[in-house]
């Protein structure tokens, strides 16, 4: 069975304290591993689709990267705005459909 | 991305009644759209699964004559939630992609609230 389990469930930073935010993923030959934001009341947003291990994306403050057993979602000086839900989601070789992890919830302190 | 609205954006309604929700692709090709639904504090539970012009695919304790879902373009799905009651209160989302195209990203559509009194 597909597994994507994210860490830590929550973090609290202060404004341009950088962290990571960590994915791991058992998954059937892996066909994609996705990041996406969420806010309150909102849909996911998304931001990056990785498709094999050493394969890296940036997007402002935000750089995801990929290994054969995990994803790590970087963040470089964060601001306010950047608190929000973060969602890992892994695709395997059989389905269409994705595995989603619990999220880690970012607030990022002023 | 593509962009994905829904409709309505959140609605209320009496326990025994039938609710739809629309979906769609305002600039995208879905050829596969998603129904999501998502309680409070956790994350994203999958529903079904459909193809345009085939019928969905549910996810297992998810009752097809409870939620029915109609891909019936690539730019329009609808949920219909029959008979609610409190609790299928929740928050559903849906989301699109075209796998024809090899590409699994999904993208999602603002959420649709819904709360059965």
């Known amino acids: 069975e597909d597994q994507v389990t994210q860490s830590p469930e929550a973090l609290r930073l202060q404004e341009g304290e950088s962290s990571s935010l960590n994915c791991s993923y058992t998954?059937?030959?892996?066909?994609?591993l996705f990041w996406y934001r969420q806010d309150p009341g909102k849909g996911p947003e998304f931001l990056f689709t990785?498709?094999?291990a050493g394969e890296e994306k940036e997007k402002e403050r935000l750089k995801a990267t990929l290994t054969k057993k995990e994803s790590f979602l970087h963040i470089t000086a964060p601001k306010p705005e950047d608190s929000a839900t973060y969602l890992c989601?892994?695709?395997?070789?059989?389905?269409?459909?994705?595995?989603f992890g619990k999220g880690t919830m970012l607030l990022v302190s002023p | 991305g593509a962009v994905v609205s829904q409709h309505p954006s959140w609605v209320i309604c009496k326990s025994g009644t039938s609710v739809k929700i629309e979906c769609r692709s305002l600039d995208f090709q879905a050829t596969t759209m998603f129904w999501y639904r998502q309680f409070p504090k956790q994350s994203l539970m999958l529903m079904a699964t459909?193809?345009?012009?085939?019928?969905?695919?549910?996810e297992q304790g998810v009752e097809k004559d409870k939620f029915l879902i109609n891909h019936a373009s690539l730019t329009l799905s609808t949920l219909t939630v029959t008979s609610a009651h409190p609790e299928d209160s929740s928050f559903y989302i849906c989301?699109?992609?075209?796998?024809?195209?090899?590409?699994?990203?999904?993208?999602f559509g603002p959420g649709t609230r819904l709360l059965v009194l």
């Open positions: 989301s699109v992609s075209d796998i024809r195209a090899g590409d699994e990203t999904q993208y």
């Open positions: 990785l498709y094999s």
């Open positions: 459909s193809n345009e012009g085939s019928k969905a695919t549910y």
């Open positions: 989601a892994a695709a395997n070789s059989g389905y269409s459909t994705l595995t």
């Open positions: 998954v059937s030959g892996l066909r994609g």
